[in-house]
């Protein structure tokens, strides 16, 4: 059996997507991290990333 096309109604139309990058940063990490988790405000900082939600822990979905 092949792979259903993208168009079909029996294929999920919600797909896991990741992306990673890595930047320099001159600034305490705990700082940093506040930044990146306050989630309410994204769309001041981040023109790719507009909106958040979950909880930022291990082992949580963003």
Known sequence: MGRRPENSPTRSRFTRRSSETAVGIEAPSDKVWDVIVDFDRYGEWN????EARGKAAAGQTL
Do not use: E, G, K, S
């Open 47 to 50: 023109p790719f990333i507009l």
